[in-house]
């Protein structure tokens, strides 16, 4: 589970998700996306530090919680970069793999650039240019030489 621009790790909107949990889903499948990640990898990666700490600053307070009650949900959390600006994602996503463990997730928007997102600036070419990374076999070969291994949600303890 989680919210559009990480609402929800948000206070108010936490605990209703604490909440649905408990008595909903104790005993499904499903997880929750947290978005902190340990602050000294994120300036290893030197990548959009003060924007990753901001965004996963309220995941720690969820992910409190979230071990408290015996909720899943995932270890790390990395891929946070400012959209606005033109970036090789190739070069990118080996700085996200940087101290990256099990159980990890790396945000990402990949899609197709079309006249609405052209109009944003240059986030639809950094979208189009995430997904053409995401489907070369470049991102298999990177995933390959660093030993990373994709895995299901449902590999989550």
Known sequence: LDGHQHVHQLPVIRNSIIEL???????S????????????????RKVSI???????????????LAKRR????????????????????NNLF??????IGEQSLIICHPG???????SES????????????LNSPAFLSTLDKEGIRLG???NFS
């Open 21 to 27: 949990f408990k008595k909903n889903l104790r005993n």
């Open 29 to 44: 499948k499903s997880y929750l996306r947290i978005c902190w990640e340990n602050p000294f990898l994120v300036w290893k």
């Open 50 to 64: 003060l924007r990753t700490l901001s965004i996963g600053l309220p995941g720690l307070k969820l992910r409190r």
């Open 70 to 89: 015996g909720i899943h949900f995932n270890n790390g959390f990395s891929g946070v970069y400012d959209l606005s600006s033109s970036r090789n994602f």
């Open 94 to 99: 080996k700085s996200f793999l940087i101290g």
């Open 112 to 118: 197709k650039n079309d006249s609405g997102l052209t």
């Open 122 to 133: 240059l986030l639809g070419e950094n979208r189009e240019s995430e997904f053409l990374f």
């Open 152 to 154: 299901r949600f449902s």
